[in-house]
């Protein structure tokens, strides 16, 4: 290929990638998402790298300074160990978006090829892997993931652990439905007829177009993880003292909210504003990524 064909092929996707960023930023809730969930990317990048690092934050202890009241020292106030809660907030960013990216990461490699091999399948292959699918579902995924982090005792890594095996049957539910659409199409029944392998034509063809749907139900469901790790954390299974997880500080707040208010106040709102940033940003991806719901 010349650079001449090079550059027609890139044209149509330079067009789209302009209207799509147009109609992303279109709409000023998700815009402002948008540049919220940046924010919140480049605070999980920059701030471990400027201030010190999360294991001196938490040994740095001042007694003395215990529980002061936010100030132009410490905005956010201390805690009860006499650390700054704005500091612990900004290095918590880095864990809930790690925590959260890696769980809805792994329940991805779960969920999508199991639910594309049952729908391009179908039979006894989709009956098997769906019915299955389905004992996960008759449990709502925060109880089931407070019953295997406990089983598996409480530490960050077993929580993701947990919400990823809660969450992997929503993705293989949405693949298995798009597969079944997807095998009908021509090509699909194009790469069949000269032979092509089941395995190739799954991850070639019927996976890679089903990427809008995920990428809607990922980013919504970044937001849900980030609450279910912030509970199980509040819960005592999740992260672990000192670690500056959000849910963990407003779990250690509750002793000292009445003289205290700050200490739950803003790790509080850390969990809310990234909830709702990627909740807004879902619902701007869904108008954009699914023809039914584009506004034109």
Known sequence: MNQSQFLKTLKPKFKEFKVSLYLLKRNRLTKI???GVILLMLIAIIVPILLPSSKHVNQDTHPEDKLLEPSLQHPFGTDELGR???KRVLIG???SLKTALIAVGTALLIGVPLGAI?????GIIDEIIMRFTDIFLGFPPLLLAIAIASFLGPSLKNAMLAIAVSWWPWYARIIRGQAV???ERQFVKAAKAIGAPSSKIIFKHIIPNCVAPLIVQASMDIGS???TIASLSFLGLGAQAPAPEWGLMVS???NYFLNAWWYSIFPGLAIFFTVLAFNLLGDGLREILDPKTRKN
């Open 118 to 122: 049952a729908g391009f399948f179908g």
């Open 252 to 254: 250690t707040s509750r």
């Open 225 to 227: 993880v980030i609450l």
């Open 93 to 95: 960013t880095k864990i």
């Open 181 to 183: 659409t997807i095998k």
């Open 33 to 35: 998402a948008y540049y």
């Open 84 to 86: 700054d809660i704005l």
